[in-house]
């Protein structure tokens, strides 16, 4: 298996190297709180409860972000019980500053998961995706489509494309003003037109058996839409060796292509591997993570798959994101050993870059969730599902040269 090789991200006559993380809110939570969470024994119920209302509305994930370069700001996309989920982050005073979301919320938007995305025009569109149960099907109107215009910062629910139905990530296609969405639950495919304001259902991620869609979706230089699926094969005991598999979408054929492949794993004694974070290259091709931690590749031209490497131990790979220098950084890891790795797809030279620690503070990312690269070449990495504190904004400098 190709293995990332150790590099020093002050090498080559670069800027020394920073990290930071940046603290919108800063709550340790009680030590016999936290198993709690851990466990898996917390229900939506108790999260909203008076009893531990003040320290979940402190429970943050920055689970989803988007550089304006313009402005100097990263637009942040929260997980948050308050529904105040939605902050710019000021790269030049250090400082966050909310956009007032939470005054045209429901109750239940509570999170944009990966759904920050910018179209032809300069506007930025949103999604709330849930954190509630099926118990509350009938209370929750479904997923807001949400518009904000940057230059205004006038933020406005267009639609609720789908009743009951909460969206999980959005991907865009400028050139045609497609949004294409994915939900949960149950887990579906839609594709939202910006200019008639039409939307449609293209059909099922998963069988309900086990959850089969990747974190993103992400468009080749073809301009056709990858994701993955989950297998259901209700007459069997087991989903066998290819449970997850992959999907493409192109709007000029109008129907999903199913592929009976998905992403190789690392173990042999696994049965399957799931996709974690999606990108879209540099080179047009699409890059995938998976649970495993390892980076893949799709070719947009013969759709095979390759296996680029494991660049950096630990499980989990969710967060990308194309620097100006035309490579592909990432961030690998979850459990507090998070690390930085940087992928040349003309050399193919896979980098491990070390972990995402600030000395200052003495601690490790947890698990990176979305990635963003500001045109001076500073990485923001946006922390989530940290069960013993909030969630940061990691700031890293010094690694690509400006």
Not at 317 to 327: E, I, K
Request: one cysteine or more.
């Amino acid at each position: 298996m190709p293995q990332a090789k150790a590099e020093d991200g002050q090498k080559g006559g670069r800027r020394p190297t920073q990290i930071r993380a940046r603290k919108l809110i800063d709550t340790r939570f009680p030590d016999d709180e936290v198993p709690l969470v851990t466990g898996g024994v917390w229900d939506y119920s108790d999260l909203t409860s008076d009893r531990h209302r003040d320290w979940f509305h402190e429970w943050i994930s920055f689970d989803c972000l988007l550089a304006d370069d313009r402005r100097n700001l990263i637009w942040c996309g929260l997980t948050r019980l308050n529904t105040d989920v939605l902050w710019a982050y000021d790269r030049v005073r250090g400082e966050f500053r909310s956009l007032g979301f939470a005054k045209i919320a429901n109750r239940f938007d509570a999170k944009f998961h990966r759904s920050l995305v910018e179209d032809r025009s300069g506007v930025i569109w949103a999604a709330t995706a849930l954190l509630h149960e099926i118990d509350c099907w009938e209370e929750a109107p479904g997923g807001a489509l949400v518009r904000f215009d940057p230059n205004t910062e006038e933020l406005a629910i267009v639609a609720r494309p789908l009743r009951h139905l909460y969206i999980q990530s959005l991907q865009i296609d400028r050139q045609r003003g497609l949004l294409y969405g994915q939900t949960y639950t149950p887990e579906v495919f839609f594709v939202y037109d910006l200019d008639g304001g039409q939307c449609r259902l293209l059909g099922p991620l998963g069988s309900g058996v086990a959850l089969g869609q990747s974190e993103q979706l992400a468009i080749d230089r073809r301009g056709a839409v990858w994701g993955s699926y989950a297998v259901g094969r209700a007459w069997s005991y087991a989903r066998g060796p290819t449970e997850y598999r992959l999907w493409r979408y192109h709007p000029e054929e109008d129907r999903r292509r199913f592929f009976d492949y998905g992403l190789p794993a690392l173990d042999d004694h696994r049965n399957s591997v799931k996709a974690d974070g999606l990108c879209a290259g540099p080179d047009g091709a699409v890059y995938l993570g998976t649970a495993e931690g390892a980076l893949c590749r799709i070719d947009p031209d013969s759709f095979q798959v390759e296996l680029v490497g494991k660049p950096a131990p630990g499980r989990r790979l969710a967060g990308m994101a194309v620097g100006p220098d035309g490579r592909l950084y990432g961030s690998c890891g979850r459990d507090g050993s998070a690390s930085l790795f940087r992928y040349d797809p003309a050399s193919r030279e896979l980098a491990n870059l070390g972990p995402i620690f600030d000395a200052d503070c003495g601690q490790q990312a947890w698990q990176i969730h979305d990635m963003a690269i500001t045109a001076d070449g500073t990485i923001y990495a946006g922390e989530n599902d940290v069960p013993y504190r909030s969630g940061y904004l990691w700031e890293i400098s010094g690694y690509i040269p400006s």
